[in-house]
Nanobody, 115 residues
Framework: QEDFVESGGGLVQPGGSLRLSCAAS????????MGWYRQAPGKEREWVAL???????NYANSVKGRFTLSRDNAKNTVDLQMNDLKPEDTAVYYC?????????WGQGTQVTVSS
């Protein structure tokens, strides 16, 4: 069983928006700060955004001002709202604890930004 389940990806034109969602168990959710990560073709996986249990957020410079995190403690989900998408945002997006611990990675969700 996967520790994290990501959803919401798809194909979008440059300038468009997508909302990704990450679901995890209550235990994982309550014990960890949460992050979103992405891996573009031929590149290493990179950190994208962080949302702590106290509500602090931080974003990679490449997405700052365009991506926004939110957390639903009742549903044990962390959503990533992505606006003004660019072709360089094309990647498989994953969520995991921040920092990454012993949890397994989910399947991720593919985001493709193309005209």
């Amino acid at each position: 069983q996967e520790d994290f389940v990501e959803s919401g990806g798809g194909l979008v034109q440059p300038g468009g928006s997508l909302r990704l969602s990450c679901a995890a168990s209550r235990t994982i959710f309550s014990m960890n700060d949460m992050g979103w990560y992405r891996q573009a073709p031929g590149k290493e996986r990179e950190w994208v955004a962080l949302l702590t249990r106290s509500g602090y957020t931080n974003y990679a410079n490449s997405v700052k001002g365009r991506f926004t995190l939110s957390r639903d403690n009742a549903k044990n989900t962390v959503d990533l709202q992505m606006n003004d998408l660019k072709p360089e945002d094309t990647a498989v997006y994953y969520c995991n604890a921040w920092p990454v611990r012993h949890y397994s990675w989910g399947q991720g969700t593919q985001v493709t930004v193309s005209s």
